[in-house]
């Protein structure tokens, strides 16, 4: 029984992350595979969590969201309540894409996509700043995007993978 994706399970994620509309042959053709054994790959991947969803990268300059900020907030109180209710409320806001627990200074670090300054100036004001427990909010905005990724790099590690057949 399989327990970690082998060379070829990397490469499939690896096809995937470029494309995922790529059907199991297409995959296969690229592999040098069938298409069978492919969709049995691609099923135990997604049973075993290694894919987490599909979906599609959007331009959010065509949809009128340029501006980007990384707004870091420190907490004035450091209870697992505290921490658990502000995360539960980040995590109902649409302008927030990204918040990631930190180490260092601040708490939180939020990635926030909004239309322009004064929707980010909304977002502050009317949700951002009502959470209970908000000590300090610093933001710095995107000047201009230079490299953005969201694949991992799945090729390195087939290169050092064993292939299993």
Same mark, same amino acid.
């Given at each position: 029984?399989?327990?970690?994706?082998?060379?070829?399970?990397? $490469?499939?994620?690896?096809?995937?992350?470029?494309? !995922?509309?790529?059907?199991?042959?297409?995959?296969?053709?690229?592999?040098?595979?069938?298409? @069978?054994?492919?969709?049995?790959?691609?099923?135990?991947?997604?049973?075993?969590? =290694?894919?987490?969803? =599909?979906?599609?990268? #959007?331009?959010?300059?065509?949809?009128?969201?340029?501006? #980007?900020? =990384? @707004?870091?907030?420190? %907490?004035?109180?450091? *209870? $697992?309540?505290?921490?658990?209710?502000?995360?539960?409320? #980040?995590?109902?806001?649409?302008?927030?894409?990204? !918040?990631?627990?930190?180490?260092?200074?601040?708490?939180?670090?939020?990635?926030?996509? #909004?239309?322009?300054?004064?929707?980010?100036?909304?977002?502050?004001?009317?949700?951002? *700043? @009502?959470?209970?427990?908000?000590?300090?909010?610093?933001?710095?905005?995107?000047?201009?995007?230079?490299?953005?990724?969201?694949? =991992?790099?799945?090729?390195? %590690?087939?290169?050092?993978?064993? @292939?299993?057949?």
């Amino acid at each position: 029984m399989k327990t970690e994706p082998d060379k070829i399970d990397l $490469q499939l994620l690896g096809l995937l992350q470029h494309d !995922c509309t790529l059907s199991n042959k297409e995959i296969a053709d690229k592999l040098g595979k069938t298409a @069978t054994p492919i969709m049995l790959r691609r099923k135990w991947l997604e049973e075993n969590g =290694y894919i987490k969803k =599909y979906m599609a990268v #959007v331009d959010r300059e065509k949809l009128q969201l340029s501006l #980007v900020a =990384y @707004t870091n907030v420190q %907490l004035k109180d450091h *209870s $697992q309540q505290t921490l658990n209710e502000f995360e539960k409320a #980040v995590r109902r806001f649409e302008e927030v894409m990204e !918040c990631n627990h930190m180490t260092g200074m601040y708490d939180y670090l939020l990635k926030i996509v #909004v239309k322009d300054m004064n929707a980010y100036h909304r977002f502050v004001i009317r949700k951002l *700043s @009502t959470l209970p427990n908000i000590g300090t909010v610093q933001s710095s905005f995107v000047m201009a995007g230079i490299k953005e990724r969201w694949d =991992y790099r799945t090729t390195e %590690l087939a290169a050092s993978s064993p @292939t299993e057949i």
